[in-house]
């Protein structure tokens, strides 16, 4: 069974900075994608970044170029998404995810192609 499980949110104050982690257990595959995306309340999942597993392939979202990084410690299983200059319009539930096959790509930033999701983490950035 595949589980994910995300950590590291909190309340900080805008320009601040937070360190994201999605520990990932189950997988039995090594062409493996890990998407975090972010949602706040009656808004649609974003999504933010994609990272291959095996190779260390990127994705970013516009509003995560240049202030956020995705990173992976693979003997870990663990991925990193490091937040600076954090805004309030980053304020949201962060969701880690993970498929098969998938090639970060624009296209890679679609909720509809990961099956496999943690339960969230909430970040608050206040002005």
């Known amino acids: 069974e595949v589980q994910l499980v995300e950590s590291g949110g909190g309340l900080v104050q805008a320009g601040e900075s937070l360190r994201l982690s999605c520990a990932a257990s189950g997988f039995t595959a090594d062409d493996e994608a890990i998407g975090w995306f972010r949602q706040v309340p009656g808004k649609e999942r974003e999504g933010v970044v994609c990272?291959?597993?095996?190779?260390?392939?990127?994705y970013y979202a516009d509003s995560a170029k240049g202030r956020f990084t995705v990173s992976r410690d693979n003997a870990k299983n663990t991925v990193y998404l490091q937040m600076n200059s954090l805004k309030p319009e980053d304020t949201a539930v962060y969701y880690c995810?993970?498929?098969?096959?998938?090639?970060?790509?624009?296209?890679?930033?679609?909720?509809?192609?990961?099956?496999?999701w943690g339960q969230g983490t909430q970040v608050t950035v206040s002005s």
């Open positions: 995810a993970a498929g098969r096959y998938i090639n970060c790509t624009p296209y890679s930033l679609s909720r509809h192609l990961y099956p496999y």
């Open positions: 990272i291959k597993t095996s190779g260390g392939t990127t």
